[in-house]
């Protein structure tokens, strides 16, 4: 007994298999967006000072009060533009202004503030939040005002740790498994679009 299969019999299920593909997709787009963005790893430090610090023993506040760079002084720059980032933390938190004005790690990249970037030189800059300035209060923490009279000069250090490391590798792969995912994609619409006939005895 043969059964035939034309593409006509199929032409239900290519709109289906399209559609769920799209959404496939979308699904992993969206879950993988701040791996789209171009990401560097640094650490800052305030010129002639302290290092950020992302201080999980403090709710997560970024401070100023580390003389050495570890991981929790390890920030990685999303770039949106080469003026405007959104800034993540060593445990993939990413950096907000809270309800008081200071700088927070406790929440995702959609909901993360936007740091505007100004370069001094190739190695100092300027960071402000929607025209507000960064300042260390008397605890340490980092906090915004649009009151200040100057902006504190920062110097950005590429960072080398393995936690950095781990990240460039990570983000490598990724880029290797979208190519891959891309590519399945590709082949499916041609095969699924291309008139064929399959027998089965």
């Known amino acids: 007994m043969i059964y035939?299969?034309?593409?006509?019999?199929?032409?239900?299920?290519?709109?289906?298999?399209?559609?769920?593909l799209i959404g496939v997709a979308f699904l992993i787009s969206k879950k993988?967006?701040?791996?789209?963005?171009?990401q560097e790893h640094f650490s800052i430090q305030i010129d002639g000072g302290n290092?950020?610090?992302?201080?999980?023993?403090?709710?997560?506040?970024?401070t100023a009060?580390?003389?050495?760079?570890?991981?929790?002084?390890?920030f990685t720059f999303f770039f949106i533009d080469s003026n405007h980032v959104k800034i993540r933390t060593f445990f993939k938190k990413f950096i907000c202004v809270n309800e008081g004005g200071a700088l927070q790690a406790n929440t995702n990249i959609?909901?993360?503030?936007?740091?505007?970037?100004?370069?001094l030189d190739e190695n100092r800059i300027t960071l402000s939040v929607s025209n507000k300035d960064i300042y260390v209060n008397p605890q340490g923490v980092l906090k915004v005002s649009s009151k200040l009279k100057s902006r504190i000069k920062l110097l950005l250090k590429h960072e080398t740790s393995a936690l950095a490391i781990a990240e460039a590798a990570k983000e490598k792969k990724y880029k290797i498994h979208r190519f891959n995912y891309q590519l399945i994609f590709?082949?499916?619409?041609?095969?699924?679009?291309?008139?064929?006939?399959?027998?089965?005895?």
Not at 32 to 38: F, G, P
Not at 51 to 62: D, P, T
Not at 65 to 74: G, Q, S
């Open 65 to 74: 009060d580390k003389t050495v760079a570890y991981d929790w002084e390890a």
């Open 32 to 38: 993988n967006s701040s791996k789209a963005l171009k």
């Open 110 to 119: 959609y909901q993360a503030s936007i740091f505007q970037i100004k370069k």
């Open 186 to 201: 590709i082949s499916i619409i041609i095969l699924t679009a291309y008139p064929f006939n399959c027998h089965f005895l």
């Open 4 to 20: 035939q299969m034309n593409r006509s019999s199929l032409k239900w299920w290519i709109p289906l298999v399209f559609f769920l």
């Open 51 to 62: 290092y950020f610090c992302a201080n999980r023993s403090k709710n997560n506040l970024i």
